[in-house]
């Protein structure tokens, strides 16, 4: 039966994903500027030699606590510094940061809103985002799904989104020197409210070093405006000569308030069949030579030869590694937190309040 209903599937989903027809960038509105893709738009990485250096930011959080009412998660953001393939020593800047957050509902001006605290795991860990800015209601239309208000789910993660520009910053401002580069793991376009404070506080010290900003993507949403995915298209679009070779694709000119950035699709290892989004502030790209663009890829090329990811620079991989939570660490800091919950006599109060939104994960245990 599943096989049947599997084969149908398969065959009315071909009917309806397009493979002729590749399109151009979908991407509308004032200051969107689409290239039109053609093979001409293709550019080979020239690898130059250069002593510029790269700092990868990444970070990672889970959930130790959850209630419809409450989160407590676990926050860990790590930079992770290279010079083509060797990594270079971090003295100035913590490598890790750590922090516990508290995401909690109250009441305020008669709606509700979910409210962060932040608890550093270090007493003396002063790089983290100002808890004013973690302050969010409900009824934000950026966080509300649909016509619903917002869950807890969708602003639980904001804090060490925000942690992650605070910790970019400081190593822009402390490791980076003129004409290094600093990627944070995704875009650099801006999704939650506050958050352009800290992408423009990280922009204006970015510029001010002469650092150059970007963000790397592992996925894309992106599509064509014949509904084909846009690193699909240029993927099939990519003559010959540029399937065994590393390459750029200049695909995208966003002058847009929350994504200021040129949009580039590039292949960063020749063995490799990913195509990846990468994004560089704009004003910056704008102002690079072809030479300066060929030195910055370079160094991003010569960072993803990783044979277990190819094409993706391991300096990313590496900050992932180190900003993972592991499911032992929850175990341990979940019965951490019960213990204290049962010392302070407050073990009734919370768990009347997380029985409300653990019976899936009770259901899926059965049986």
Not at 111 to 116: A, G, R, S
Not at 216 to 227: A, E, Q, R, V, Y
Not at 346 to 367: E, P
Request: proline content about 3%.
């Amino acid at each position: 039966m599943s096989l049947n209903a599997a084969k149908k599937l398969i065959e009315s989903l071909g009917l309806n994903i397009n493979d002729d027809k590749l399109g151009n960038p979908y991407m509308r509105g004032l200051g969107v500027i689409a290239s039109t893709l053609c093979i001409e738009g293709f550019k080979p990485i020239k690898q130059a030699n250069s002593p510029r250096k790269v700092a990868f930011i990444d970070g990672g959080n889970q959930e130790i606590i959850g209630a419809p009412n409450f989160s407590i998660q676990l926050n860990r953001i790590c930079s992770s510094l290279w010079q083509g393939t060797e990594r270079i020593s971090e003295n100035f800047v913590p490598r890790r940061i750590e922090f516990f957050s508290a995401t909690f509902s109250c009441i305020k001006n008669e709606e509700i809103f979910y409210d962060t605290a932040l608890f550093p795991l270090s007493e003396t860990e002063k790089t983290l985002p100002n808890e004013a800015d973690l302050s969010f209601s409900s009824r934000d239309r950026s966080l509300m799904r649909g016509n619903r208000r917002a869950d807890i789910v969708n602003v639980m993660g904001i804090g060490r989104r925000f942690a992650e520009l605070v910790l970019a910053t400081e190593v822009t401002e402390n490791q980076l020197t003129q004409g290094d580069i600093v990627v944070l793991d995704g875009t650099l376009q801006t999704a939650f409210p506050n958050e352009n404070k800290y992408l423009q506080q990280l922009r204006t010290s970015a510029k001010s070093k002469g650092v150059i900003l970007a963000g790397l993507s592992k996925t894309s949403s992106l599509f064509t405006d014949t509904g084909y995915s846009l690193l699909g298209a240029l993927d099939k679009l990519s003559p010959k000569e540029y399937k065994e070779s590393e390459w750029y694709y200049p695909v995208v000119d966003l002058a847009l308030k929350d994504h200021y950035v040129m949009l580039l699709g590039v292949k960063l290892n020749s063995i490799s069949d990913r195509i990846f989004r990468l994004e560089i502030d704009r004003d910056q790209y704008l102002s690079l030579s072809d030479i300066e663009i060929d030195e910055i890829l370079t160094q991003l090329v010569r960072n993803s030869t990783d044979f277990t990811f190819p094409g993706y620079p391991y300096g990313l991989i590496d900050a992932d590694r180190f900003a993972r939570v592991s499911n032992s660490e929850l175990l341990y800091h979940r019965a951490l937190f019960f213990s204290q919950m049962a010392n302070t006599n407050t073990l009734d109060k919370f768990h009347r309040h997380i029985n409300a939104a653990d019976a899936h994960s009770l259901l899926n245990t059965l049986g």
